[in-house]
């Protein structure tokens, strides 16, 4: 009964005051709402182990990440075996690689064109360790694997449906891939994509399968640890194998070696696929924990406050006799009703924004369709469980400090005057620690968010230093079974050249268009790719490799400049002359020019490849090409120092392709399929888009976490404002008495005014020291993997603590003068 | 009551008027007051609860200001003065003991006493620890001087009090109920301070609920409904003239 007639007691009073009820559920619902979601998404995407057989959790085995080019490593199949049968530690291991294959081309029955699809080439046992059978068909066997076996496939759900419209009948049936005539087996249930976004499977060959010797094969592996085996253990296992490996390595795959000195790395198999985002996402965790904790203060804050109110009340309650529990149970209910709604409406934000989320995420990968198959963020049990845990931690921190509070003073002395007194010693010392808390956690949410938001800004503003308006843009890739280069025979230049033939062809076909007015080719095209390697100047090598200048290295086609808006400015084009074999030409860009040649006189000069591994071929520089940007100027793998290779002797396999258009874009699509079908079937077209969608592309991820940071900042704005100016002068009006006493004294009005404002200063500075520390500690780590903007830092620096400075100062003045203002006889006796 | 017309009038309030308005209503909280405070004099204000005595001594203490009426004190024109002004005069020529003895926490024993020397610019360091110290032996609480507030007992936070009001040696000491939180022994410890006080010359005014303290007063002042019903000597004064 007493219960009932507390809750009906709290009830009325937060019906008493809607708009202080109001705003602590909106304030509790922003906390949590942003809690659950970053959670969702980091367990969803991270933290939850990738389980799908059973209860045990995948790992990942292959070599260091590589955090020069932002990119995870493979390693050499024998590697990973002898790392599976040496340690004894993995239940169940394989070993796979992601890669594209063209379904369908010339000589299949389908009337459907040539398709590009994700394809990862992998042990026969993947679909036995992952638990998932196919639907219709059967699996990988280990005599798929035999020499001379029928060539099998696997297609995924959405293959099946895609291109072969659902059809029952398709097991069985023969497929080009790649243009090897190829059984369908098997077709894999909805949703199934392992390793990563895979949606074709062929089977590696047995040598591959088992490797018999070091080679300059890379592949990557998935295993089970065996019970009782922890993964540090097996990381540590994996250290003293990697330093055996090392010592044995020849000279020539010394290039395997991590730039930290190690070589195999074992992971939760979602964390290897994620690593260049992995500190952005800690960073987001943490700023979303600090909004929590933020929201928490501003709740307890404006609970405090009401407690003060009620002061008289509970001591009148206190004088009757109630019991301390009861007392302080009565105040929670105020708390449970508030965080419990503000709970539920939580549940509602984060819900809708994850749905955001999922659409942000499939339109970033819309283009390759390389999402990886987990990436689907939604609330589950653990998130629900995260919820409640928040939400009961949040009634007792914002319920049971108040009630705490209200219970501990006085009673007699409120009863028997009326008046307080002065703020008592630790009521001060607590009101200082929440606005020195809220000063401090503010200014740590708003630079984190002002510095990643900047950036990604100036990242998605910056000059790429190309034209990319009027520029479609693909990928190029030739078959293996027509465009094979016999390695290390008399046929292996030959082979090479008649890749490169392919794509002179289509050049020529594409220019003779008259909507196309020229075509480049490139392996990455500025504002993509990036990654760099050092090189030597002849005459000037350092002591040790690292310390000679790096570059960015791109293989381009003849005359591809004047496609993308670059062009020669010192020397001269490529040409005939450096497409002879053994001759190694090199054309530097601006940046590398002006910085290591100031003398004006990089060309004819030569340079070489310098790594860990020794040294490369001299390559003469024969010209000078405009600058441009290599990846997305966020990243720390990205490059402004750019070399540029002939791609004639190298035979790529693939390329990019950027086509310079007038008119409409799609036109030029069909004229590029068109003509690529013209001269050959087989060859593969994929990732079409403009120029300006390509560069957007790396950035979308990062784009969207920013847009998260984006509105972290604003809620933190508004909590930071609202709550320091809640906090200070809830903690001015406390003592109110005081400037009552100072003023009776004799104080003059100006003294009142400048000792709180020196008391608010000496807070401002204990909050912004430590504030702006922590926040760049913060920014240091995720720097590690992304380049932050110098301006960013500035802005971020000097803006947020000058915009926290405003508002505490506001917040101390506005309250200390509508005290000082009060007469002193008010003040003295001000309730 | 006569002034002893050869004292040197401190305090001289001319048909003093305070209204509060509050939901629209005007409450008249004391009406047509008229006082004369000579210098050295111990006067008493008693009445009951709501009878504008706490009003009253406010509008003394320069706390607050009158809605009408004329204010002289040791000279200068209350009546007219600004807030900082106003600052002033009540820093230097009034000094306050309050019912809930209104110390400040987080400073000590010495430092409360010497607070209202700091609003001073006349008074250097040295002079201003010299006051604090005399303060402190006058009221016998130096071996508390670096004590806080919280650890003193309620008596001994109004001997700070005390102590505080004199500190700057002050025209006048105005006491609201200054033995109201205090147990009868150290009520009659704080009364024997006023009246030692007294005795050394100050001017004190007092307001009291209290018949027996008001009694300790040499003149008694009696208000009622906001205007003052009684003035008159106590029989303490009385015995003393006879």
Sequence with gaps: MSVAIDI????????????????????????????????????????????????????ALEAQFDYNHLSRRAADPYHLFRANNELDMLDNFGIYEDYTALIGGTNSTSRKKAKMYNTTFTSWNIFEFTGVQPILGRGFKEQDLDTGAEPVVVLSHSVWQDYFDGDKGVVDTMVPVDSVMTRIIGVMPAGFAFPVSAEIWLPLTRSEITPTEQSRVSLFAYGYLKPNVSLSQFQQALDDLSADIIADLPQDLAWRIGSNGKYLAAMPFKEAGIMQYYPIFIAMFVVTFLILVLACINVANLLLARVNERHKEIAIRVALGVPRKRLILQMLWESVFICSVGGFLAILLAVWGLDITNSVFDSTYAISNSKPFWWQVYIDSHSLLVLSIAVISMILITGFIPAWRAIAGDFNAVLRDGTRGSLSKKAAAASQILVISEILLSCMVLIMATIILSTSYAASEADYGVETENRLTASLQLPQVNYSVRFDTEHEQADRFKRTEFYYQLKSALEQRPNIEAVAFMTQFPGTGGGTSHFEIEGRAAKVYSENPYSNNEVVGKDSWQAVGMKIVDGRNFDYRDAIPD???????????????????????????????????????????????????????????????????????????ALHFIGDEKNVREALLDAVDTIDGNVGVYHLQSYDSMIKQPMLLVSAVSKVFLLCGVIAMFLAASGIYAVASNSILQRTQEIGVRRALGSSDGKIMRLFMKHASKQLFVGLVIGIGCAIGL??????????????????????????????????????RKVVKMEPSDALHHD | MENDKNKKQLVELIDIKKMFLTDEVETHALNDINLQIAQGEYLSITGPSGCGKSTLLSLLGLLDTASSGQYQLAGHDASSLDRDERAKIRNKEIGFIFQAFNLISDLTVAENIELPLTYREDINKAQRQA??????????????????????????????????????????????????????????????????????????????????????????????DGKIVADQLSNRAQAIAV
């Design chain 1, 8 to 59: 009906k007691y709290a009830a009325r009073l937060l019906f008493k005051k809607p708009a202080f009820t109001a705003l602590t559920v909106l304030i509790v619902a922003v906390g949590l709402g942003l809690t659950l979601y970053t959670y969702s998404l980091l367990n969803n995407l991270v933290f939850k182990p990738l389980v799908l057989n059973g209860s045990q959790p995948i790992i």
């Design chain 1, 583 to 657: 001759v190694r030409s090199i054309i530097i860009n601006e940046s590398i020019a002006r910085d290591f040649f100031p003398d004006n006189d990089a060309v004819g000069k030569r340079v070489r490849l310098a790594g860990p591994s020794g040294e490369g071929d001299w390559n003469t520089i024969i010209g000078v090409v405009s600058d441009t940007f290599h990846g997305t100027t966020m990243d720390s793998s990205s490059a402004s120092y750019n070399s540029y290779h002939l791609m004639d002797a190298f035979g790529l396999s693939r390329v990019g392709i």
């Design chain 2, 131 to 224: 006051f604090v110290k005399s303060s402190l032996e006058r009221v016998d609480m130096v071996h508390r001087a670096s004590h806080y507030p919280s650890q003193l007992s309620g008596g001994q936070q109004q001997r700070v009090a005390v102590a505080r009001a004199i500190a700057g040696s002050p025209s006048i000491i105005l006491a609201d109920e200054p033995t109201g939180n205090l147990d009868s022994k150290n009520a009659q410890m704080v009364m024997n301070l006023l009246d030692q006080l007294h005795q050394d010359g100050a001017t004190i005014c007092m307001v009291t609920h209290d018949p027996r303290s008001a009694a300790r007063a040499e003149r008694m002042i009696e208000v009622f």
């Design chain 1, 779 to 816: 920014a240091q780590y995720m720097s590690e993997t992304m380049v932050i903007n110098m301006n960013s830092y500035f802005i971020s620096v000097l803006c947020v603590p000058l915009m926290i400075i405003a508002i505490v100062m506001f917040a101390t003045y506005i309250p200390t």
